[in-house]
């Protein structure tokens, strides 16, 4: 019951964040040119740091949302809110992650939304991001004591591709990441992984 219930909070909290991008998206898209906002199911590999036992590695899966602005030749600000969970790792760990990311994107779009003609056909972009990941469930060794939650910075890499499929809405075919996480696990305090994700993409602006 309360692994459900801290579940349900870092989904609730992900999707908020999520709303309130959404939100600064309509705001701002008058004042700061093309705008895009993405929602996606994403999924990573990592693994438990220690001897190998043969299920060294396990998925976390969740969530994703980002918002970001084309102000200066394609380049501008970007920031995400990834929720990830995995639950029963070895029997009995359940890990919960929330990562809050900002930094620069750069957007490549073919075509364009008018009030009266859409040419719109795709857009690439590429990016770079910092911020911090927040661990409200897991086993994190920090001096000694194997806490149940911790934080630490997060940087990541990446990029993606969107095919538009109908007015303001693109298909996030593809979206990839390379995370870098701080996180305390005993040994190196650092986790490399490669992150995927697929969803929708909102278009706005021209």
Not at 33 to 48: I, K, L, P, V, W
Not at 59 to 85: C, E, H, I, N, Q
Not at 102 to 111: A, D, H, I, M
């Amino acid at each position: 019951m309360e692994h459900g219930k801290m579940l349900w909070r870092a989904l609730v909290r992900t999707l908020s964040t999520g709303l309130v991008l959404l939100s600064a998206a309509t705001a701002a898209q008058a004042q700061h040119g093309a705008m895009d906002f993405g929602m996606m199911y994403t999924q990573e590999r990592s693994r438990f740091v220690g001897t190998d036992t043969g299920d060294n590695y396990f998925y976390l899966r969740g969530a994703s949302f980002d918002l970001a602005s084309s102000m200066w030749k394609g380049f501008g600000p970007a920031v995400s809110a990834t929720g990830l969970a995995a639950s029963n790792e070895r029997g009995n760990i359940d890990i919960h992650h929330i990562e809050l990311l900002g930094g620069l994107r750069y957007t490549r779009n073919w075509g364009h939304i008018t009030p009266t003609v859409i040419t719109r056909r795709m857009s690439l972009f590429a990016e770079a991001k910092a911020g911090y990941t927040f661990a409200t469930s897991g086993l994190y060794p920090v001096n000694g004591i194997v806490q149940d939650h911790a934080s630490a910075l997060t940087y990541a890499g990446g990029g993606g591709f969107n095919l538009h499929a109908y007015q303001r809405f693109d298909l996030r075919l593809v979206d990839v990441q390379y995370v870098i996480s701080k996180l305390p696990n005993g040994s190196t305090n650092q986790q490399n992984t490669l992150r995927f994700g697929a969803g929708l993409n909102f278009h706005f602006g021209p």
